[in-house]
Structure formats: C-alpha cells, structure tokens
C-alpha cells in the first residue's frame, strides 16, 4: 500500500458486487482514503450453465481475486463473506468484516401471482442455486420440487418471471441491496432455513504483509458485532469442511444479554435427515463455540449425511 496513491479495491463485476464494493469506498472516502475499483472476473461469474456445488472449488468466487491481490494487481478485495472458503490462501488474510444487513432468506414468489412461502400448493417448484436452501425446503415440506438457477440477482428474477415455477429463494441482502426488496414474498425465518455461513455480511481481503492496510481497514471499514459472529459461523465451516459444496448452514448472533447465539444445521440433499441445534456462549467463546457446535451435529448422524454426499459426487 503506497501513502499517496488510491487504493485499489478489486470486486467481481455484477450489480451486487459492485453495491458492496462501492459501499466499503464510501467507507473509505469519509475518513479521507481515496480508492478505485478494478473489476475481476470469477469462474463462478463466466460458468453459468453448471450448478456451483458441481464445479467443485470452494473458491469459485474468489481465487481470480485472490490471484490478483497475490501479484499486488489489487490492494485488496471485497467479497460477499459467504463467498469466501473456510481457509484462505497463504499470503492472505481476512482484514476486516463490514457491517451485516439480513441474514436470511427470501421466498420470491411468481410476479403473476400472490403466493408466499405458507401458500405454496402441493407439490409446487421453488428454484434455488444453493444445496444448503435445497435441503431445509425438502426438510421442511418433502412434497416440493426444487429445480437448479444460475445468474445474478436480476437475471434470476427474469427467468422466473418466464417460468412456470411458483416462486424462488434469494437471499434478502442482495435483493434489498439493489432495491428490489418489493419482490420477498416472505422472509424464511430460521426455524424453517438457517442462513447461509456469512451471509449478509461484508469481507474485507488484503496480503498478509500489508500491516498498514490492515490497520486502516480495521479503523474504517470493520464491524466488532459482526465479525464475532461470523468468527464462530466460519469455525463452524472450518469443521464441516465445506461452504457451498454441502448442505449446512450457521447463523450468529449477540442477543440482549451481550452472549453470542448460534444456531447450526446439517440437512440431507433431500430431506429426508435434518440435524439442528444451538449454543449460547460468552462472546470471548465465539470461534469454540462455532467449532463445537458443528462436532456435536456431525456426531448425532451429520457426519454420515455429509459423507454420502460427497462420496456420490465421486461416484
């Protein structure tokens, strides 16, 4: 990081990316830090036309970034946290964690029609991309038909429009982040989908070296609340060993009492196990509680759930 010039801030080129990159310069600019943006493509932006669980690289959304802030293209990158890989490349480090909008999930129904998540008929077909979402609709109501969707926020939105499914699952950050929070149906509350690890919030990547980037960025740009959340969803991650690739999620929180609340979940692809509980724990307990929490559902049969799924994807 030079003293003088703007810092290069690297982002995938979608809307949301964009939003969320433009948001941490805001950031930057009140406390009189110049930045630029560089736009970088992802393997997970160019693939369209395969599921991401499929393509099989917990990084999918970030190793093009990672690249270019290994070879100092880029100071330092923003990602959607639930993007990032439980364990990042040597040479990089999560410098800071920006301030989490919603965590949950949106049900989207069909614009022709009025249905939310409750009014779903029998049998009716809800689109989502993502395993975790997949496996708690299934596990919640095993009549439904979830079918596979690629893109970005507003091309999702258009192929439901010209399809004959009845509604689909995003999340609710993206939607109200590009204002179109006047399609959610129904916010999914936890008890039905536990949100996806980091979802909602903001990460902040740079190289390990750069002390000084990292100093500023945790004076500007860092949110306490937020990132001892999400230390103990990603410990939680770390133990699962998988992100997108498996079916789990992990949401934390503070509740009135100043203790952090975790809640976690491993779900078969279709339903048919589901393994939830949770734990509340003094704050300075955040990172232990993530990693304990995921060892007791792998103990109580999430460990053979998430076996048989990946062994299939090998057979």
Do not use: Y
């Amino acid at each position: 990081m030079s003293d003088s010039a703007p810092l290069v801030i690297g982002t995938r080129g979608s809307a949301l990316a964009l939003w969320q990159a433009r948001r941490i310069q805001q950031q930057l600019r009140r406390h009189d830090h110049d930045s630029t943006l560089q736009r970088i493509s992802t393997r997970g932006d160019r693939v369209q036309d395969v599921p991401i669980s499929e393509i099989g690289d917990e990084s999918v959304f970030t190793k093009e970034l990672d690249r270019a802030l290994l070879d100092g293209r880029i100071d330092c990158a923003v990602h959607s946290l639930k993007d990032l890989p439980s364990r990042l490349p040597s040479g990089i480090v999560l410098a800071a964690v920006g301030q989490r909008a919603s965590p949950f999930d949106a049900f989207v129904g069909h614009p022709d029609t009025t249905t939310t998540l409750q009014d779903l008929p029998q049998g009716a077909v809800v689109a989502t991309a993502s395993l975790r979402r997949r496996a708690q609709l299934l596990a919640w109501r095993s009549d439904l038909t979830v079918v596979p969707v690629r893109g970005n926020v507003d091309s999702r939105l258009e192929t439901l429009a010209e399809s004959d499914w009845h509604g689909m699952v995003l999340a609710v950050a993206g939607l109200e982040r590009l204002d179109r929070g006047d399609v959610i149906r129904t916010v999914i509350p936890h008890d039905i989908m536990v949100p996806a690890v980091g979802q909602g919030a903001l990460g902040i990547t740079c190289r390990t070296e750069d002390s000084a980037l990292r100093t500023l960025l945790r004076g500007t740009v860092h949110d306490l609340e937020t990132a001892t959340a999400v230390t103990a969803e990603r410990s939680f991650m770390k133990r699962i060993e998988g992100g997108c690739q498996v079916p789990t999620g992990a949401w934390a929180r503070l509740n009135a009492a100043h203790q952090l609340v975790i809640d976690g979940c491993v779900a078969a692809l279709d339903g048919s196990e589901s393994f939830r509980d949770r734990r509340t724990v003094p704050l300075d307990k955040a990172r232990a509680a993530g990693s304990e929490l995921a060892q007791d559902l792998l103990d109580v049969g999430g460990a053979e759930v998430l076996d048989g799924i990946r062994t299939s994807e090998f057979s």
